[in-house]
């Protein structure tokens, strides 16, 4: 019997714990992640306050939600404008880093573990996605260059929405009766997945956008644009589509209809800020009991998912460096640029959906420790991250400090 109180309470004290965490690590670098994911494993594994496995039964329901409301508030907030202006440099980074990050892990997987090379593939994949919310707000306080800047928030932006597609892609090749895996297969399914997709949801976001000039001045519109971001990717699964990807092509259709608005020549404004503050909120509350239920599900007794973890953090680090190098070199920055760059690689929320799925929903044999690798990836990650990144920060800030004494002395 589910105690109401104490259920009442548990969700309360989350959202409290995410507003305040969130606060916390705007002001001290430290992320929310890491006090969210601490509290999960507290309520899970520790005390065991919640049930791993009705956790598991609902996982499907809650990562299909998760991924649709992150891919719509990530198209939403991308800009036509900046990622044309960025967008050959940053998506040769990002690309770049992602398969040497991929390949990296799929074969240091492959032979410290045995694991086969597909299922190798996809948790390379997934531990490749990096956390666009931690790199955004971290890098505007850091003492780096406007186009550095620029490069790693839009990298971290396109990043999360790449990965999710293609490893869901995967996961539906691996999942199929034939267990079709194949480079022509997969290649073909990922160019099905994107036109159909892209089309749903650039479609619907046309259409909705105009009939939300007539809405907006109804107070709930807000939650009719959530039913249609929730139908859009239902429809594009329909149609043998990615939801993920229609509801990415959604998020960018409404959040730049400025663009699309000169087809109706009318100045249409789709998304008020109370529309975008609305998002947001349902944004803020999905992320934040994500990272507890990552918390409540990981096992800390197996000790072996742990050492995966931990091994594919340092390759995901040395996969980094391999390519911040001679990026830096050829852009001509500096060593600090270089090394904030390269430390950088806080795993986040897409990867933490992605890892639940395999098993979950999909029922892939050998995914069972997904989770559990993927929890201490993402831990780790985000603490090698503040602290590498720290480090950087007071090093120079300080040989700063003495040049200038340096200076005036003189």
Same mark, same amino acid.
């Given at each position: 019997m589910? =105690?109401?109180?104490?259920?009442?309470f548990?969700?309360?004290?989350?959202?409290?714990?995410?507003?305040?965490?969130?606060?916390?690590?705007?002001?001290?670098?430290?992320?929310?992640?890491?006090?969210? %994911?601490?509290?999960?494993?507290?309520i899970?594994?520790?005390?065991?306050?919640?049930?791993?496995?009705?956790?598991?039964?609902?996982?499907?329901?809650?990562?299909?939600?998760?991924?649709?409301?992150?891919?719509?508030?990530?198209?939403?907030? !991308?800009?036509?404008?900046?990622?044309?202006? =960025?967008?050959?440099?940053?998506?040769?980074?990002?690309?770049?880093?992602?398969?040497?990050?991929?390949? +990296?892990?799929?074969?240091?997987?492959?032979?410290?573990?045995?694991?086969?090379?597909?299922?190798?593939?996809? +948790?390379?994949?997934?531990?490749?996605?990096?956390?666009?919310?931690?790199?955004?707000?971290?890098?505007?306080?850091?003492?780096?260059?406007?186009?550095?800047?620029?490069?790693?928030?839009?990298?971290?932006?396109?990043? @999360?929405? /790449?990965?999710?597609?293609?490893?869901?892609?995967?996961?539906?090749?691996?999942?199929?009766?034939?267990? %079709?895996? @194949?480079?022509?297969?997969? &290649?073909?399914?990922?160019?099905?997945? /994107?036109?159909? @997709?892209?089309?749903?949801?650039? +479609?619907?976001? %046309?259409?909705?956008?105009?009939?939300? =000039?007539?809405?907006?001045?109804?107070?709930?519109?807000?939650? !009719?644009?959530?039913?249609?971001?929730?139908?859009?990717?239902?429809l594009?699964?329909?149609?043998?589509? &990615?939801?993920?990807?229609?509801?990415?092509?959604?998020?960018?259709?409404?959040?730049?209809?400025?663009?699309?608005?000169?087809?109706?020549?009318?100045?249409?404004?789709?998304?008020?800020?109370?529309?975008?503050?609305?998002?947001?909120?349902?944004?803020?509350?999905?992320?934040?009991?994500? /990272?507890?239920?990552?918390?409540?599900?990981?096992?800390?007794n197996?000790?072996?998912?742990i050492?995966?973890?931990?091994?594919?953090?340092?390759?995901?680090?040395?996969?980094?460096?391999?390519?911040?190098?001679?990026t830096?070199?050829?852009?001509?920055?500096?060593?600090?640029?270089?090394?904030?760059?390269?430390?950088?690689?806080?795993?986040?929320?897409?990867?933490?959906?992605?890892?639940?799925?395999?098993?979950?929903?999909y029922?892939?044999?050998?995914?069972?420790? /997904?989770?559990?690798?993927?929890? %201490?990836?993402? +831990?780790?990650?985000?603490?090698?991250?503040?602290?590498?990144?720290?480090?950087?920060?007071?090093?120079?800030?300080?040989?700063?400090?003495?040049?200038?004494?340096?200076?005036?002395?003189?």
């Amino acid at each position: 019997m589910v =105690d109401v109180s104490v259920s009442l309470f548990t969700i309360a004290f989350i959202i409290a714990l995410g507003f305040f965490a969130d606060l916390f690590f705007k002001r001290s670098r430290i992320p929310d992640v890491v006090w969210l %994911i601490l509290f999960g494993i507290i309520i899970g594994p520790v005390f065991k306050i919640v049930d791993r496995e009705v956790l598991f039964e609902a996982a499907p329901l809650f990562t299909a939600i998760a991924i649709a409301i992150i891919l719509f508030e990530s198209g939403r907030k !991308m800009r036509f404008r900046e990622l044309l202006r =960025d967008a050959l440099s940053t998506t040769i980074f990002m690309l770049a880093n992602l398969v040497m990050s991929t390949i +990296l892990v799929t074969v240091g997987v492959k032979f410290l573990f045995g694991l086969g090379w597909e299922i190798a593939l996809l +948790l390379g994949v997934i531990v490749a996605g990096t956390s666009s919310a931690m790199i955004v707000t971290v890098v505007d306080r850091l003492g780096i260059s406007l186009k550095v800047k620029t490069i790693m928030s839009v990298e971290s932006v396109i990043n @999360s929405p /790449f990965v999710i597609v293609v490893g869901l892609v995967l996961m539906d090749s691996l999942a199929s009766p034939q267990n %079709i895996f @194949s480079f022509s297969t997969i &290649s073909s399914n990922i160019v099905k997945s /994107f036109s159909v @997709s892209i089309v749903s949801g650039v +479609l619907i976001g %046309i259409v909705w956008a105009r009939l939300l =000039d007539y809405l907006q001045k109804d107070t709930y519109h807000h939650m !009719m644009t959530i039913s249609v971001l929730f139908l859009t990717y239902v429809l594009a699964q329909y149609l043998g589509g &990615s939801g993920a990807l229609a509801a990415l092509a959604l998020g960018i259709t409404l959040g730049n209809f400025s663009v699309f608005s000169k087809l109706f020549r009318k100045k249409i404004v789709v998304l008020t800020k109370e529309t975008k503050d609305f998002n947001a909120m349902i944004a803020f509350v999905i992320r934040t009991f994500f /990272f507890v239920f990552l918390g409540a599900v990981a096992s800390l007794n197996d000790y072996r998912s742990i050492g995966i973890g931990l091994i594919l953090t340092m390759v995901t680090l040395v996969a980094r460096f391999v390519i911040v190098y001679p990026t830096v070199k050829i852009m001509k920055l500096e060593r600090r640029e270089m090394l904030t760059m390269g430390f950088m690689i806080p795993t986040g929320l897409s990867a933490a959906v992605l890892a639940v799925l395999p098993f979950t929903q999909y029922g892939i044999a050998g995914t069972e420790s /997904f989770v559990d690798i993927v929890f %201490i990836v993402i +831990l780790a990650t985000t603490i090698l991250a503040t602290v590498g990144v720290g480090i950087v920060e007071y090093v120079y800030n300080k040989d700063g400090v003495k040049k200038r004494k340096n200076s005036v002395k003189s």
